[in-house]
Protein backbone atom coordinates (compact mmCIF):
# COMPACT_ATOMS: atom_id res chain seq x y z
CA UNK A 1 0.00 0.00 0.00
CA UNK A 2 1.13 3.64 -0.80
CA UNK A 3 1.78 6.04 2.38
CA UNK A 4 -1.24 8.99 2.34
CA UNK A 5 -2.02 11.09 4.96
CA UNK A 6 -4.25 10.48 8.11
CA UNK A 7 -7.10 12.16 6.56
CA UNK A 8 -6.81 10.21 3.12
CA UNK A 9 -6.47 6.87 5.07
CA UNK A 10 -9.52 7.47 7.32
CA UNK A 11 -11.30 7.98 3.68
CA UNK A 12 -9.55 4.74 2.63
CA UNK A 13 -10.78 2.87 5.49
CA UNK A 14 -14.69 5.05 5.43
CA UNK A 15 -14.65 3.10 1.54
CA UNK A 16 -13.27 0.01 2.65
CA UNK A 17 -16.04 -0.69 5.42
CA UNK A 18 -18.79 0.59 2.78
CA UNK A 19 -17.38 -2.68 0.55
CA UNK A 20 -17.11 -5.03 2.96
CA UNK A 21 -18.72 -8.30 2.74
CA UNK A 22 -18.76 -9.38 6.39
CA UNK A 23 -20.45 -13.08 5.72
CA UNK A 24 -16.76 -14.09 4.13
CA UNK A 25 -14.96 -13.03 7.76
CA UNK A 26 -14.48 -15.66 9.48
CA UNK A 27 -12.29 -14.37 12.06
CA UNK A 28 -13.60 -13.32 15.42
CA UNK A 29 -11.85 -9.81 15.23
CA UNK A 30 -10.69 -7.85 12.04
CA UNK A 31 -8.51 -5.93 11.33
CA UNK A 32 -7.79 -2.80 8.70
CA UNK A 33 -4.65 -1.37 8.17
CA UNK A 34 -3.90 1.82 6.07
CA UNK A 35 -0.05 3.00 5.75
CA UNK A 36 0.35 6.83 6.80
CA UNK A 37 2.59 10.14 6.93
CA UNK A 38 4.65 10.80 9.84
CA UNK A 39 2.60 11.92 12.71
CA UNK A 40 3.11 13.58 15.90
CA UNK A 41 1.38 10.19 17.76
CA UNK A 42 0.85 11.78 21.49
CA UNK A 43 -0.03 15.20 20.40
CA UNK A 44 -2.58 13.65 18.04
CA UNK A 45 -4.07 11.18 20.96
CA UNK A 46 -4.14 14.35 23.30
CA UNK A 47 -6.61 16.16 20.77
CA UNK A 48 -9.00 13.21 20.01
CA UNK A 49 -12.30 13.42 22.09
CA UNK A 50 -13.09 9.68 22.48
CA UNK A 51 -12.27 7.64 25.27
CA UNK A 52 -10.33 5.29 26.29
CA UNK A 53 -7.09 6.60 25.07
CA UNK A 54 -4.18 4.53 25.66
CA UNK A 55 -0.44 5.63 24.91
CA UNK A 56 2.87 3.05 24.50
CA UNK A 57 6.40 3.78 24.13
CA UNK A 58 8.92 1.10 23.68
CA UNK A 59 12.52 2.09 25.89
CA UNK A 60 14.20 1.38 22.71
CA UNK A 61 12.54 3.68 20.51
CA UNK A 62 11.96 1.24 17.92
CA UNK A 63 7.71 1.52 18.23
CA UNK A 64 4.94 3.82 19.75
CA UNK A 65 1.66 3.44 19.71
CA UNK A 66 -1.54 5.54 20.44
CA UNK A 67 -5.28 3.82 20.25
CA UNK A 68 -8.87 5.46 21.30
CA UNK A 69 -11.90 3.39 21.81
CA UNK A 70 -12.64 0.58 22.64
CA UNK A 71 -14.47 -2.76 20.39
CA UNK A 72 -13.59 -5.27 23.09
CA UNK A 73 -12.04 -5.32 26.98
CA UNK A 74 -11.72 -7.70 29.75
CA UNK A 75 -12.11 -6.18 32.70
CA UNK A 76 -12.07 -7.17 36.33
CA UNK A 77 -12.63 -4.94 39.23
CA UNK A 78 -13.51 -6.98 41.84
CA UNK A 79 -12.09 -10.07 42.73
CA UNK A 80 -10.35 -12.42 40.12
CA UNK A 81 -8.51 -15.72 40.96
CA UNK A 82 -5.64 -17.17 38.68
CA UNK A 83 -8.02 -19.58 37.26
CA UNK A 84 -11.02 -17.41 36.09
CA UNK A 85 -7.46 -15.47 34.47
CA UNK A 86 -6.01 -18.17 32.91
CA UNK A 87 -9.36 -18.83 31.55
CA UNK A 88 -10.49 -15.13 30.09
CA UNK A 89 -6.99 -15.51 28.70
CA UNK A 90 -7.18 -18.60 26.77
CA UNK A 91 -10.89 -17.53 25.19
CA UNK A 92 -8.95 -13.86 23.62
CA UNK A 93 -6.16 -16.06 22.19
CA UNK A 94 -8.80 -16.71 19.18
CA UNK A 95 -9.01 -12.80 18.77
CA UNK A 96 -5.15 -12.80 18.01
CA UNK A 97 -4.98 -14.81 14.96
CA UNK A 98 -3.65 -11.51 13.31
CA UNK A 99 0.26 -10.90 14.34
CA UNK A 100 -0.19 -7.61 14.36
CA UNK A 101 -3.98 -7.35 16.72
CA UNK A 102 -2.99 -6.34 20.64
CA UNK A 103 -4.74 -5.71 23.45
CA UNK A 104 -3.25 -2.89 25.96
CA UNK A 105 -3.83 -3.13 29.73
CA UNK A 106 -2.48 -4.01 33.16
CA UNK A 107 -2.53 -5.81 36.04
CA UNK A 108 -2.92 -4.01 39.63
CA UNK A 109 0.39 -4.64 41.65
CA UNK A 110 -1.98 -6.68 44.07
CA UNK A 111 -4.72 -8.17 43.20
CA UNK A 112 -5.98 -9.47 46.65
CA UNK A 113 -6.75 -5.77 46.99
CA UNK A 114 -8.93 -3.54 45.78
CA UNK A 115 -7.90 -1.48 43.03
CA UNK A 116 -8.78 2.69 41.45
CA UNK A 117 -12.04 3.25 39.96
CA UNK A 118 -11.72 2.23 36.21
CA UNK A 119 -8.47 0.75 36.68
CA UNK A 120 -9.56 -2.11 38.32
CA UNK A 121 -7.71 -5.39 39.45
CA UNK A 122 -7.06 -6.04 35.40
CA UNK A 123 -8.52 -4.40 32.63
CA UNK A 124 -6.62 -5.14 28.98
CA UNK A 125 -8.90 -2.77 25.90
CA UNK A 126 -8.54 -3.84 21.76
CA UNK A 127 -8.88 -0.72 20.68
CA UNK A 128 -11.19 0.82 18.00
CA UNK A 129 -8.88 2.57 15.81
CA UNK A 130 -4.97 2.92 16.85
CA UNK A 131 -2.02 4.61 15.25
CA UNK A 132 1.43 2.61 15.40
CA UNK A 133 5.18 3.38 14.26
CA UNK A 134 7.53 0.08 14.20
CA UNK A 135 10.72 2.23 13.64
CA UNK A 136 9.70 5.03 10.88
CA UNK A 137 7.09 3.15 9.54
CA UNK A 138 3.34 4.32 10.82
CA UNK A 139 0.04 2.54 10.24
CA UNK A 140 -3.69 3.73 11.14
CA UNK A 141 -5.42 0.18 12.85
CA UNK A 142 -9.28 -0.19 12.84
CA UNK A 143 -10.10 -3.12 14.85
CA UNK A 144 -13.67 -5.02 14.51
CA UNK A 145 -14.81 -7.25 17.14
CA UNK A 146 -16.77 -10.00 15.32
CA UNK A 147 -16.95 -12.86 17.74
CA UNK A 148 -20.76 -11.60 19.30
CA UNK A 149 -23.09 -9.56 18.95
CA UNK A 150 -24.69 -7.33 15.95
CA UNK A 151 -22.29 -7.12 13.37
CA UNK A 152 -24.26 -4.70 11.68
CA UNK A 153 -24.06 -2.32 14.55
CA UNK A 154 -20.23 -3.32 14.96
CA UNK A 155 -19.52 -1.52 11.31
CA UNK A 156 -21.99 1.28 12.46
CA UNK A 157 -19.82 1.90 15.92
CA UNK A 158 -16.87 1.59 13.37
CA UNK A 159 -17.67 4.32 11.06
CA UNK A 160 -19.07 6.61 13.87
CA UNK A 161 -15.32 6.07 15.50
CA UNK A 162 -13.69 6.82 11.90
CA UNK A 163 -15.81 10.13 11.67
CA UNK A 164 -15.23 11.79 15.03
CA UNK A 165 -11.69 11.72 14.80
CA UNK A 166 -9.99 15.60 14.71
CA UNK A 167 -6.68 16.69 13.23
CA UNK A 168 -3.93 16.87 15.70
CA UNK A 169 -2.85 20.25 16.95
CA UNK A 170 0.60 20.61 19.15
CA UNK A 171 0.57 19.76 22.68
CA UNK A 172 0.53 22.82 24.69
CA UNK A 173 3.81 23.73 26.84
CA UNK A 174 4.16 22.41 30.13
CA UNK A 175 3.09 24.73 32.72
CA UNK A 176 4.18 24.46 36.48
CA UNK A 177 0.85 24.28 38.97
CA UNK A 178 0.80 24.85 43.10
CA UNK A 179 0.84 22.80 45.76
CA UNK A 180 -1.77 23.43 48.14
CA UNK A 181 -0.83 21.05 49.89
CA UNK A 182 1.36 17.77 50.30
CA UNK A 183 0.31 14.12 51.90
CA UNK A 184 2.84 11.39 52.32
CA UNK A 185 1.67 7.97 53.25
CA UNK A 186 3.53 6.55 55.12
CA UNK A 187 4.76 9.32 56.66
CA UNK A 188 8.25 9.76 57.43
CA UNK A 189 8.19 8.79 61.31
CA UNK A 190 6.26 6.00 60.23
CA UNK A 191 8.72 5.01 57.41
CA UNK A 192 11.12 4.83 60.19
CA UNK A 193 9.03 2.39 61.96
CA UNK A 194 8.60 0.04 59.00
CA UNK A 195 12.25 0.11 58.13
CA UNK A 196 12.97 -0.72 61.72
CA UNK A 197 10.38 -3.38 61.60
CA UNK A 198 11.89 -4.91 58.14
CA UNK A 199 15.12 -4.46 59.08
CA UNK A 200 14.71 -6.87 62.42
CA UNK A 201 16.80 -9.85 62.75
CA UNK A 202 14.30 -11.91 63.67
CA UNK A 203 11.88 -10.74 60.79
CA UNK A 204 14.80 -10.19 57.84
CA UNK A 205 15.86 -13.85 58.48
CA UNK A 206 12.51 -14.82 57.01
CA UNK A 207 12.25 -12.15 54.83
CA UNK A 208 15.20 -10.44 53.71
CA UNK A 209 13.69 -8.32 51.74
CA UNK A 210 10.69 -5.62 51.53
CA UNK A 211 9.98 -3.17 48.98
CA UNK A 212 8.32 -0.28 50.85
CA UNK A 213 7.03 2.66 48.78
CA UNK A 214 5.24 5.54 49.74
CA UNK A 215 2.48 7.44 48.54
CA UNK A 216 3.08 10.99 47.58
CA UNK A 217 -0.04 13.11 47.21
CA UNK A 218 -0.21 16.72 45.89
CA UNK A 219 -3.33 18.76 46.01
CA UNK A 220 -3.20 21.41 43.45
CA UNK A 221 -4.56 24.75 42.24
CA UNK A 222 -4.99 23.60 37.98
CA UNK A 223 -4.54 19.60 37.50
CA UNK A 224 -2.35 18.91 34.56
CA UNK A 225 -3.13 17.57 30.73
CA UNK A 226 -1.47 14.42 31.42
CA UNK A 227 -0.16 14.10 27.71
CA UNK A 228 1.88 16.96 28.21
CA UNK A 229 3.45 15.62 31.00
CA UNK A 230 4.10 12.86 29.67
CA UNK A 231 5.39 14.19 27.03
CA UNK A 232 7.69 16.30 29.23
CA UNK A 233 8.41 13.61 30.97
CA UNK A 234 9.87 11.80 28.10
CA UNK A 235 12.02 14.07 26.90
CA UNK A 236 13.94 13.88 30.27
CA UNK A 237 14.12 10.03 29.81
CA UNK A 238 14.12 8.71 26.25
CA UNK A 239 15.54 5.64 27.06
CA UNK A 240 12.84 4.61 29.41
CA UNK A 241 9.24 2.78 28.69
CA UNK A 242 6.85 5.91 28.61
CA UNK A 243 2.98 4.97 28.41
CA UNK A 244 -0.56 6.21 29.80
CA UNK A 245 -4.02 5.00 30.10
CA UNK A 246 -6.73 7.33 30.44
CA UNK A 247 -10.23 5.83 30.67
CA UNK A 248 -11.98 8.74 31.67
CA UNK A 249 -11.26 12.70 31.26
CA UNK A 250 -11.37 12.20 35.36
CA UNK A 251 -8.51 10.10 35.86
CA UNK A 252 -5.31 9.16 34.38
CA UNK A 253 -2.32 6.94 34.72
CA UNK A 254 0.76 7.77 33.49
CA UNK A 255 4.20 6.01 33.60
CA UNK A 256 7.74 6.67 32.55
CA UNK A 257 9.70 3.64 33.96
CA UNK A 258 13.04 2.45 33.56
CA UNK A 259 12.23 -1.62 34.42
CA UNK A 260 10.72 -4.06 31.65
CA UNK A 261 8.98 -6.88 32.94
CA UNK A 262 9.52 -9.10 30.16
CA UNK A 263 9.57 -8.77 26.55
CA UNK A 264 8.32 -12.04 24.50
CA UNK A 265 9.16 -12.89 20.64
CA UNK A 266 8.05 -16.33 20.09
CA UNK A 267 9.66 -18.18 22.33
CA UNK A 268 12.35 -16.10 22.94
CA UNK A 269 11.68 -14.11 26.34
CA UNK A 270 13.95 -11.04 27.51
CA UNK A 271 13.74 -10.12 31.25
CA UNK A 272 16.43 -8.20 33.73
CA UNK A 273 17.06 -7.55 36.98
CA UNK A 274 16.92 -3.87 37.86
CA UNK A 275 17.78 -2.97 41.55
CA UNK A 276 20.09 -0.90 43.25
CA UNK A 277 20.25 3.15 43.13
CA UNK A 278 22.19 5.94 43.49
CA UNK A 279 22.14 9.06 42.42
CA UNK A 280 23.59 10.54 39.42
CA UNK A 281 27.02 13.13 38.88
CA UNK A 282 27.25 16.63 38.35
CA UNK A 283 30.34 15.55 36.18
CA UNK A 284 31.15 12.54 33.88
CA UNK A 285 33.77 12.17 36.29
CA UNK A 286 31.64 12.24 39.48
CA UNK A 287 28.95 10.45 37.62
CA UNK A 288 31.57 7.59 36.90
CA UNK A 289 32.55 7.79 40.22
CA UNK A 290 29.23 7.07 41.44
CA UNK A 291 28.53 4.27 39.14
CA UNK A 292 31.53 2.15 40.08
CA UNK A 293 30.55 2.76 43.99
CA UNK A 294 27.02 1.39 43.39
CA UNK A 295 28.79 -1.57 41.55
CA UNK A 296 31.15 -2.03 44.32
CA UNK A 297 28.40 -1.28 46.83
CA UNK A 298 27.12 -4.65 48.67
CA UNK A 299 24.01 -3.81 50.12
CA UNK A 300 23.00 -2.89 46.25
CA UNK A 301 24.55 -6.09 44.61
CA UNK A 302 22.76 -8.13 47.27
CA UNK A 303 19.53 -6.76 46.30
CA UNK A 304 20.40 -7.16 42.48
CA UNK A 305 21.11 -10.76 42.99
CA UNK A 306 17.91 -11.37 45.14
CA UNK A 307 16.11 -10.47 41.93
CA UNK A 308 17.91 -12.70 39.69
CA UNK A 309 18.28 -15.14 41.71
CA UNK A 310 14.27 -15.33 41.62
CA UNK A 311 13.28 -14.35 38.65
CA UNK A 312 15.95 -17.46 37.11
CA UNK A 313 13.76 -19.39 39.49
CA UNK A 314 10.41 -18.37 38.43
CA UNK A 315 10.87 -18.88 34.72
CA UNK A 316 13.16 -22.69 34.49
CA UNK A 317 9.57 -24.59 34.78
CA UNK A 318 8.45 -22.44 32.17
CA UNK A 319 11.49 -22.61 30.31
CA UNK A 320 13.90 -25.21 27.97
CA UNK A 321 16.88 -22.75 28.55
CA UNK A 322 17.50 -19.40 30.97
CA UNK A 323 20.35 -17.64 30.79
CA UNK A 324 20.97 -15.31 34.14
CA UNK A 325 24.49 -14.84 33.56
CA UNK A 326 25.07 -11.69 32.40
CA UNK A 327 27.05 -9.14 33.95
CA UNK A 328 26.09 -6.39 36.06
CA UNK A 329 25.91 -3.42 34.45
CA UNK A 330 24.18 0.52 34.96
CA UNK A 331 21.26 1.66 33.72
CA UNK A 332 21.42 5.52 33.92
CA UNK A 333 18.13 7.91 33.99
CA UNK A 334 18.02 11.85 34.67
CA UNK A 335 18.71 12.05 38.37
CA UNK A 336 19.66 8.47 39.35
CA UNK A 337 21.19 5.20 37.94
CA UNK A 338 20.22 1.72 38.56
CA UNK A 339 22.05 -2.00 38.50
CA UNK A 340 20.85 -4.05 35.44
CA UNK A 341 21.10 -7.26 34.33
CA UNK A 342 19.96 -8.70 31.55
CA UNK A 343 17.91 -12.48 31.46
CA UNK A 344 17.68 -14.64 28.56
CA UNK A 345 15.03 -17.35 28.39
CA UNK A 346 13.86 -19.66 25.67
CA UNK A 347 10.37 -20.59 26.79
CA UNK A 348 8.58 -23.88 26.17
CA UNK A 349 6.13 -24.18 23.33
CA UNK A 350 2.96 -24.13 25.70
CA UNK A 351 4.00 -21.49 27.77
CA UNK A 352 1.74 -18.44 27.01
CA UNK A 353 2.02 -14.54 28.22
CA UNK A 354 -0.96 -15.01 31.49
CA UNK A 355 1.84 -18.02 32.81
CA UNK A 356 4.44 -15.27 32.26
CA UNK A 357 2.75 -12.71 34.22
CA UNK A 358 1.51 -14.69 37.03
CA UNK A 359 5.50 -16.00 37.48
CA UNK A 360 7.05 -13.26 36.88
CA UNK A 361 4.83 -10.19 38.81
CA UNK A 362 5.30 -8.76 41.19
CA UNK A 363 9.01 -8.87 40.78
CA UNK A 364 11.26 -8.62 44.09
CA UNK A 365 12.02 -5.54 42.94
CA UNK A 366 8.23 -4.31 43.22
CA UNK A 367 7.60 -6.40 46.24
CA UNK A 368 10.79 -8.38 48.12
CA UNK A 369 12.01 -11.53 48.85
CA UNK A 370 9.98 -14.35 49.59
CA UNK A 371 7.31 -13.26 47.75
CA UNK A 372 4.35 -14.13 49.75
CA UNK A 373 5.77 -13.07 53.20
CA UNK A 374 7.13 -9.55 51.39
CA UNK A 375 3.61 -9.00 50.02
CA UNK A 376 1.92 -9.80 53.34
CA UNK A 377 3.81 -7.22 55.21
CA UNK A 378 3.60 -4.69 52.50
CA UNK A 379 -0.96 -5.54 52.76
CA UNK A 380 -0.57 -5.06 56.37
CA UNK A 381 1.57 -2.06 57.30
CA UNK A 382 2.05 -0.07 53.69
CA UNK A 383 -0.90 1.96 54.72
CA UNK A 384 -2.63 2.59 51.20
CA UNK A 385 -3.56 0.90 47.98
CA UNK A 386 -0.92 0.62 45.21
CA UNK A 387 -3.69 0.18 42.52
CA UNK A 388 -1.23 0.00 39.19
CA UNK A 389 2.03 1.70 41.20
CA UNK A 390 4.43 -1.28 40.94
CA UNK A 391 1.72 -3.33 38.14
CA UNK A 392 2.25 -4.42 35.01
CA UNK A 393 1.15 -2.76 32.20
CA UNK A 394 1.71 -3.28 28.20
CA UNK A 395 0.31 -5.36 25.34
CA UNK A 396 -0.81 -9.08 24.97
CA UNK A 397 -0.14 -10.03 21.17
CA UNK A 398 0.14 -13.84 19.55
CA UNK A 399 3.72 -12.99 18.36
CA UNK A 400 5.28 -10.06 20.34
CA UNK A 401 4.19 -9.08 23.99
CA UNK A 402 5.80 -6.73 26.31
CA UNK A 403 5.15 -5.49 29.79
CA UNK A 404 6.53 -2.62 32.10
CA UNK A 405 6.51 -2.55 35.56
CA UNK A 406 5.22 0.66 36.28
CA UNK A 407 7.49 2.47 38.99
CA UNK A 408 7.99 6.30 38.19
CA UNK A 409 4.26 6.86 37.86
CA UNK A 410 1.54 9.29 38.38
CA UNK A 411 -2.13 9.00 38.90
CA UNK A 412 -3.90 12.52 38.14
CA UNK A 413 -7.32 12.96 39.38
CA UNK A 414 -9.17 16.40 39.61
CA UNK A 415 -7.38 18.87 42.10
CA UNK A 416 -4.98 16.09 42.66
CA UNK A 417 -1.91 14.53 41.67
CA UNK A 418 -0.60 11.12 43.45
CA UNK A 419 2.86 10.02 43.12
CA UNK A 420 4.97 6.90 44.02
CA UNK A 421 8.21 5.83 44.42
CA UNK A 422 9.80 2.83 46.42
CA UNK A 423 13.27 1.59 47.97
CA UNK A 424 14.13 -2.34 48.40
CA UNK A 425 14.58 -2.66 52.39
CA UNK A 426 17.22 -4.89 53.14
CA UNK A 427 19.54 -5.93 56.37
CA UNK A 428 21.42 -2.41 56.71
CA UNK A 429 19.08 -0.39 55.12
CA UNK A 430 19.31 3.32 56.71
CA UNK A 431 15.60 4.60 57.31
CA UNK A 432 16.88 8.48 56.41
CA UNK A 433 19.14 6.76 53.21
CA UNK A 434 15.98 5.27 51.89
CA UNK A 435 13.70 8.33 52.41
CA UNK A 436 15.95 10.10 50.54
CA UNK A 437 16.15 7.43 47.34
CA UNK A 438 12.57 8.02 47.31
CA UNK A 439 12.98 12.22 47.13
CA UNK A 440 15.63 11.47 44.53
CA UNK A 441 13.06 8.75 42.53
CA UNK A 442 10.65 11.71 42.07
CA UNK A 443 12.55 14.73 41.14
CA UNK A 444 12.30 14.38 37.72
CA UNK A 445 8.43 14.33 37.58
CA UNK A 446 8.61 16.88 40.11
CA UNK A 447 10.50 19.10 38.12
CA UNK A 448 8.14 19.00 35.09
CA UNK A 449 5.02 19.58 37.83
CA UNK A 450 5.59 22.00 40.40
CA UNK A 451 7.74 24.79 41.62
CA UNK A 452 10.62 24.06 44.09
Not at 18 to 39: F, R, Y
Not at 149 to 160: C, I, S
Not at 239 to 252: A, H, L, V
Not at 418 to 445: C, H, M, R, V, Y
Request: glycine share 4%.
Amino acid sequence: MSVTSLSQAVKSLQQRLTELTLSEVQAPVLQLKQPIDTLPLMAWLATQHSFPKIYWHGRNNDEEAAAIGSCHQFFFEQTVTDEQLASVYQQQLSCLAEPDIRYYGGIAFDRREASWPEFGRVRFILPRLELRRQDEHYQLLLNLYLAEGDAQYELARARDALQALVPAAPLAPPRKTEVLERRDTPNQQRWQQLVSMVTEPQFNADTPKVVLSRHTQLKVADAPDPWTVLASWQGRNPNSFQFGFQFSPERSFISCTPERLFQRHEHELKTEALAGTTVRGMTAAEDQLLAQQLLDDAKNSVENQFVRTHIVNELNPLSDEVDGNAPLAIFKLNHIQHLHRIIRAKLKHNVNDFQLLQAMHPTPAVGGLPKQSAMDFIREYEGYNRGWYAGACGYLSRHVSEFAVAIRSALLEPGTINLFAGAGILAGSDPQSEWQELENKLATIMSILVDF
